[in-house]
């Protein structure tokens, strides 16, 4: 159970770890982002609606980032637009900032629907830009990767979240990092291998080198492709970084910001809130 100090922080809910296809016990990429009451959703890939149900209403949900438009980082934004319109009990459209290119396979999953605007408001983002979402200032860097793709830094009263989404290593997600308490950072690839795709995805020991460079509080490894394991990608980036080293999971809450780490469980009494 959360402490009411706790539950006041920044708090990060991992609805999704899953590199890239889901694995047994994870769905694809989608995080929470709770600070004063505000929900901001951040990625919404397969299998993760299902988890975020398990926390909260949707309808609760302020607005929603969307990185890019892989599958795994989007896909459930189909799920999620049906349940909002046909159970949902918003009485405004849900906001969600993505790269162009989101919208156009958001309609391209949905043909012959003409709902989809009367439920959910699109706004086109990019690298370089910033949002002010409820207490939230977020601030879009450019990832390294096939698609348009933003990394984001989420910061408020006085703590910092940074995000990689999917990048290759490139020196924007140490400036997007830099001095976060917390670093969301990909390891698609548990450990280093030797051949691979250029401009795609990181390995644990880059993450670590990036979490170095900014100087960062703790590092949250996550899209760790299986069959690697999230316990050898920890192990690999703490032979580059010397803080604290943390694997997502699906269901665990981080408080931003502070060393109290709750384990996996929903809030006492809240469930569906
Ligand atoms: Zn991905
Ligand atoms: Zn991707």
Same mark, same amino acid.
């Given at each position: 159970m959360l402490t009411r100090n706790a539950v006041r922080a920044m708090r990060l809910t991992v609805l999704g770890s899953a590199g890239s296809y889901p694995a047994p016990g994870r769905a694809c990429s989608s995080y929470m982002v709770e600070d004063q009451g505000y929900r901001l *959703?951040?990625?919404? $890939?397969? $299998?993760?609606?299902?988890? *975020? &149900?398990?926390?909260?209403?949707?309808?609760?949900?302020?607005?929603?980032?969307?990185?890019?438009? @892989? %599958?795994?980082? &989007?896909?459930?934004?189909?799920? !999620? =637009?049906?349940?909002?319109?046909?159970?949902?009990?918003? #009485? #405004?459209?849900?906001?969600? =900032?993505?790269p162009p290119d989101v919208l156009e396979v958001m309609e391209a999953l949905l043909p012959g629907d003409d709902a989809l605007h009367d439920v959910c408001q699109f706004e086109t983002v990019h690298a370089g830009d910033r949002l002010s979402l409820g207490p939230l200032d977020v601030s879009l860097f450019a990832a390294d990767h096939p698609v348009e793709t933003v990394a984001m830094r989420v910061e408020s009263t006085g703590v910092r979240l940074a995000y990689s989404a999917d990048s290759g290593p490139t020196p924007e997600l140490a400036r997007c990092?830099? /001095?976060?308490?917390?670093?969301?950072?990909?390891?698609?690839?548990?450990?280093?291998?030797?051949?691979?795709?250029? @401009? +795609? @995805? *990181?390995?644990?020991?880059?993450? $670590? #080198?990036?979490?170095?460079?900014?100087?960062? /509080?703790?590092?949250? +490894?996550? @899209?760790?492709?299986?069959?690697?394991? /999230?316990?050898?990608? %920890? !192990? #690999?980036?703490?032979?580059?970084? $010397?803080?604290? %080293?943390i694997e997502a999971c699906d269901l665990d809450d981080h408080v931003v910001g502070s060393p109290f780490r709750p384990q996996a469980a929903p809030e006492a009494g809240t469930p569906g809130a």
């Open positions: *959703l951040v990625d919404c $890939g397969n $299998g993760s609606l299902a988890n *975020l &149900m398990q926390r909260v209403r949707v309808d609760s949900i302020a607005a929603a980032v969307i990185t890019h438009r @892989h %599958v795994d980082h &989007m896909a459930d934004l189909v799920g !999620l =637009y049906h349940l909002l319109r046909f159970h949902g009990e918003r #009485e #405004e459209r849900l906001p969600v =900032y993505a990092a830099a /001095g976060a308490d917390l670093f969301l950072c990909e390891s698609t690839w548990a450990v280093p291998i030797g051949s691979r795709p250029a @401009h +795609l @995805h *990181l390995d644990a020991r880059e993450a $670590g #080198e990036i979490a170095t460079n900014a100087g960062v /509080g703790s590092l949250v +490894l996550t @899209h760790v492709a299986y069959p690697g394991t /999230g316990a050898r990608a %920890v !192990l #690999e980036a703490r032979a580059t970084f $010397g803080g604290t %080293v």
